[in-house]
């Protein structure tokens, strides 16, 4: 690991804390691209709510993209026909502190806006905390993953708020996944998408890890899920040493519904 001082750089014989230990939530594989989409929607929705309470009727919204501003339109549109406004916020709120309480909320409330605040913007709320910008996004990723996890069960009203998973997945891994909802096979996907088998492989290994109900027994079992999981790896060439007749493709693919507890479906 390095060190980086104004004397130039070292090397370090070991990583005082490892990355997995300080940010144990996050899970890039699974979030990586709705995590600022839903982010962008939360600020929407508590400058929403925040100037209902005020009775602020005017003013500009926090986040300027329209998607993400549709989004929210809908949200609210939705939920307003079934309960008041007051309902909602009260709601949504006691969700949100509930939150805030389990991870370091001064890593997310100054950047709230609402009435006559302005929320600050992530490099300010870094400097406020003394901490590095790098410091501070991962701690802010590690707090919002951490709701993701637990969102269905414990936070219904946040989690509808959360970008559809297929919008997680990258451009091209959209459309091989669109396919295979069509019903085209694995073995005709390459031919149709006119790319590499190893590029699909990506792709089915990408909307694995992205949406939970995509099911990966067409290419490895359930025992085989089930002996990788009762074991601890270092490496994928671990594994691969322990199940020589598995591709890495078969083992990626393990790995990622052993950590979705698809087993247990």
Not at 49 to 63: E, M
């Amino acid at each position: 690991m390095l060190t980086i001082a104004e004397d130039g750089v070292g090397l370090l014989k070991e990583a005082e804390i490892s990355f997995r230990t300080r940010f144990p939530y996050i899970d890039g594989f699974a979030y990586q691209n709705r995590t600022n989409s839903f982010f962008e929607r939360l600020l929407l929705v508590i400058q929403v709510l925040s100037n209902f309470k005020h009775g602020v009727k005017h003013y500009f919204p926090i986040v300027r993209d329209d998607v993400a501003q549709l989004a929210v339109k809908y949200w609210l549109a939705g939920h307003l026909t079934e309960s008041t406004k007051e309902v909602v916020r009260g709601r949504f709120y006691l969700e949100l502190e509930e939150w805030l309480c389990e991870v370091n909320g001064a890593l997310y409330v100054p950047r709230f806006s609402g009435g006559n605040y302005i929320g600050k913007t992530a490099l300010q709320v870094a400097e406020e905390l003394g901490c590095t910008p790098w410091d501070y996004y991962f701690e802010w990723l590690n707090g919002l993953h951490y709701l993701f996890a637990k969102m269905t069960q414990n936070f219904p009203l946040l989690d509808t708020l959360m970008p559809n998973a297929v919008q997680g997945l990258t451009s091209s891994a959209r459309k091989t996944w669109q396919l295979t909802e069509q019903g085209v096979s694995f073995e005709k996907l390459a031919v149709r998408r006119n790319l590499k088998e190893s590029t699909i492989q990506d792709h089915i290994v990408e909307i694995a890890a992205t949406i939970p109900e995509f099911s990966v027994y067409s290419w490895v079992d359930r025992s085989t899920i089930t002996a990788i999981s009762d074991r601890k790896w270092q490496s994928l060439k671990d594994i691969k040493q322990a199940f020589p007749t598995l591709d890495y493709f078969q083992i990626r693919l393990a790995l990622i519904a052993k950590r979705s507890d698809m087993i247990c479906s």
